[in-house]
C-alpha cells in the first residue's frame, strides 16, 4: 500500500466567508483552503464556517449558507453550528442532522463563551434523540467529556485537537468511555509532537482517530501522519477508513 496514494478526508477544518485578506499568508477563503486541500490528495472537507464558531450573531445565518453551498460542491460537507443560548440554532440542527451532506453537530464552547456545565445537558440530550456525530473544541483536558459521553450513549462525541491541553488525556478519554463512543482528531499544533500520534495509536490504537487539518497546511498534518512511526495500516485509517466508517451514513447518499 502506498499511503500517498489514500485520498484522505479531512474530518475538520473551517473558511473564512467573508475573508479580511489582512494577512496575506494567512489566507483561508474557500478556494484556497480546497486548493490545498487538492495539493494534499483530500477529496472530502467537512467544514464549519470561521465566522459562525467566533461569533454568535452569525451561527444561523452561516448555518444556512453552508448547508446551501454543500448541495453546489461535491467535496463539502457541513458541521451545524449550535449555541445553546439560540433555539433558533437547534431548529436548525433538527432539519439539517441526518439530511443532506450535514455530518453532525459542532461546537465551540470557548469560541461561543459558555461551558458544558452550562448547557451540556440541553446540547446532548437533544443529540441523543439525533444518534448525532458531536465535534466539540476541548474547554478542558480530554477526560473532562467523560461524564456526557457516558450519560449520553447514544452521541459520539469527537473531541478535537488531539494532544492538547494534558496530551495523554486524549488516550485516557477514548480507553475510559464506558460506551465507546469517544473519538479525536488530529487537527492542531499539539499532534506535531515528535510522539503524538505514536503515544495515542500505542495506547488505544488507531481506530477512533480522525484526520484534520483545522485549516491549516492540509499537507503538513498529511506529512505528520504519513512519517508517523506507526503502521501503514493505522496511517490509512486515520486519513480516510476510520471517517468513512464513521460517516457511512452520510457518505453513502
Ligand atoms: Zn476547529
Known amino acids: 500500500m502506498d499511503i500517498r496514494e489514500i485520498k484522505a478526508i479531512d474530518s475538520h477544518l473551517h473558511f473564512e466567508h467573508f475573508p479580511k485578506y489582512d494577512n496575506e499568508m494567512q489566507v483561508s477563503d474557500q478556494e484556497t483552503i480546497w486548493k490545498v486541500a487538492r495539493a494534499a490528495n483530500v477529496d472530502k ?99 473532562w467529556i467523560l461524564p456526557y459521553a457516558d450519560k449520553y450513549p447514544d452521541v459520539t462525541f469527537i473531541v478535537a485537537h488531539m494532544c492538547s491541553w494534558l496530551g495523554r488525556a486524549y488516550a485516557d478519554a477514548i480507553e475510559q468511555a464506558k460506551h465507546g463512543n469517544v473519538w479525536t482528531d488530529t487537527s492542531g499544533m499539539a499532534s506535531f509532537y515528535n510522539q503524538g500520534i505514536e503515544y495515542v495509536v500505542n495506547r488505544v490504537g488507531a481506530d477512533k482517530i480522525l484526520y484534520g487539518s483545522d485549516g491549516y497546511a492540509a499537507g503538513f498534518q498529511r506529512g505528520r501522519i504519513e512519517y508517523a512511526q506507526i503502521s501503514d495500516e493505522d496511517k490509512a485509517k486515520i486519513l480516510r477508513y476510520n471517517a468513512e466508517k464513521l460517516f457511512a451514513k452520510t457518505l453513502g447518499k
Open 45 to 143: 472537507l467537512f467544514i464549519s464556517v470561521l465566522e459562525a464558531v467566533e461569533n454568535t450573531e452569525v451561527v444561523e445565518s452561516e448555518n444556512d449558507y453552508l448547508w446551501n453551498l454543500s448541495q453546489e460542491l461535491d467535496y463539502l460537507y457541513q458541521w451545524v453550528v449550535i449555541d445553546p443560548r439560540n433555539e433558533n440554532t437547534f431548529l436548525q440542527a433538527k432539519r439539517m442532522l441526518g439530511n443532506g451532506k450535514c455530518v453532525g453537530i459542532k461546537l465551540h464552547p470557548k469560541g461561543h463563551n459558555y461551558t458544558l456545565a452550562e448547557f451540556g445537558d440541553k446540547i446532548f440530550s437533544f443529540a441523543s434523540d439525533f444518534g448525532a456525530i458531536v465535534q466539540i473544541h476541548p474547554e478542558d483536558s480530554a477526560t
